[in-house]
């Protein structure tokens, strides 16, 4: 059959028509982001004031990153690293999100980024801090707006020392974030002199401290050092000051130990020293008001988990502004990042080699419902990136 020259051209119209549409719809419409945080068990918390942190930039950008309005796809992770992989894949090969935003347990992060690696999907990372994933995992398209296990680790370790201590004991979670903390101090440490006399660990997320505890109050060492977080971090401290040790032995930590946990460690809490990037009395014009529009969006004080969800959208705006949208512009979206100055409630940081913050490490005391920062204890610490070649 020969069609008459007006349908043919009406037939060429239509397919004109329907072809540019869907190329400008797919650069205009929402860029789909898969968020992949724990929503259930000891890191809950967390999960929900990264999203929260995230949530808000957005809205304070008017819903839209590079002209893109946002759609979201959540998963929760349940800190499970056993899950990760179909979690991961359920996002990128079922719901084909545009960036991965996720997560918080280090564990887990090692299975999204191998999964953005082979993908080739776009990663930013808001808490977990393997050392891995701006090490021997790194590339060109996975950031993280966070920290590596190994700073606080590290600055802390230069503080014990400062303080005389000799002889320390480490207790934490048996695993990455764990392991890598205690070696970021441990480096520092027993490179100013000090000896690290017993390395206690406990499986993730066991909460049974006693033995340990016990343990520790025969070894009498001067000090001793941890990681927890969430939920273990208010039962740990809780049980250090109810076996009597807090009296005895001080006790210093990444600052995850007292971060978001205050209200439920109370007393317990009061006087701990730890280091972070981030604090609650930084009293720069920033953070107050980053402070003020967390609360008043949610009713709630922010913490370190909600600055660095924060500032994954930050990064990812920065990165979609010099794409004008378009993710898959993954060479200019990096570098973008590369050179961006990044105006986080923290304070403004940059992004090292690995693509990991270059940021100051504070040191806080709790006095109250506060980590009260009291000085700078490493100035723009950057993580050394170990095994990282892109
Ligand atoms: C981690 O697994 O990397 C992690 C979890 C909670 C707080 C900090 C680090």
Redesign the pocket.
């Known amino acids: 059959m020969t069609l008459p020259r007006h349908a043919l051209l009406a037939a060429a119209a239509a397919l004109a028509v329907s072809t540019a549409p869907a190329v400008h719809a797919q650069a205009a419409g929402p860029l789909k982001v898969g968020l992949m945080l724990p929503y259930t068990g000891t890191?809950a918390a967390?999960g929900n004031a990264i999203e929260n942190g995230f949530r808000l930039y957005i809205a304070e950008q008017g819903g839209k990153l590079g002209g893109r309005e946002i759609a979201f796809v959540k998963v929760d992770d349940e800190?499970d690293p056993a899950k990760a992989t179909d979690n991961v894949n359920k996002l990128i090969k079922r719901d084909n999100v545009d960036v991965l935003v996720g997560t918080?347990?280090?564990?887990?992060?090692a299975g999204m980024a191998k999964a953005a690696k082979d993908s080739g999907t776009m990663l930013i990372v808001p808490?977990?801090?393997?050392d891995a994933v701006t090490g021997p995992m790194c590339a060109k398209h996975i950031f993280r707006s966070?920290?590596s296990?190994w700073q606080p680790g590290y600055a802390m370790g230069e503080v014990v020392a400062k303080k005389g201590h000799k002889k320390v004991v480490t207790i934490t979670w048996k695993?990455?974030?764990?392991d890598?903390?205690v070696g970021g101090f441990k480096e520092s440490f027993t490179k100013a002199g000090g000896q690290i006399v017993k390395e206690l660990t406990v499986p993730f997320p066991n909460v049974e401290f006693q033995a340990l505890l016990t343990e520790i109050a025969s070894i009498k060492p001067d000090a001793v050092y941890t990681?927890f977080?969430?939920g273990g971090a208010v039962k740990f401290v809780k049980d250090y000051a109810a076996a009597g040790l807090k009296k005895t032995i001080p006790l210093y930590g990444?600052g995850?130990l007292t971060d978001g946990t205050l209200d439920a460690q109370g007393a317990d809490a009061d006087g701990l020293l730890t280091t972070l990037h981030y604090g609650d009395s930084l009293d720069t014009p920033r953070d107050k008001s980053f402070r003020l529009a967390y609360a008043t969006a949610y009713k709630l004080q922010p913490d370190v988990?909600a600055v660095q969800g924060y500032d994954a959208a930050q990064m990812l705006g920065i990165g979609l502004a010099a794409t004008k949208g378009d993710i898959a512009k993954k060479a200019e979206f990096a570098a973008a990042l590369e050179k961006a100055r990044i105006d986080s409630p923290r304070g403004a940081f940059t992004i090292g080699k690995s693509h990991n913050p270059v940021q100051d490490i504070y040191l806080r005391q709790v006095v109250g419902k506060e980590n009260k920062v009291v000085g700078v204890a490493s100035k723009a610490l950057a993580d050394p990136g170990r095994g990282c070649r892109m």
């Open positions: 890191y967390l800190s918080v347990h280090s564990g887990v992060v808490n977990a801090g393997a966070s920290f296990n695993y990455a974030a764990g890598e903390s990681f977080a969430g990444a995850f988990y």
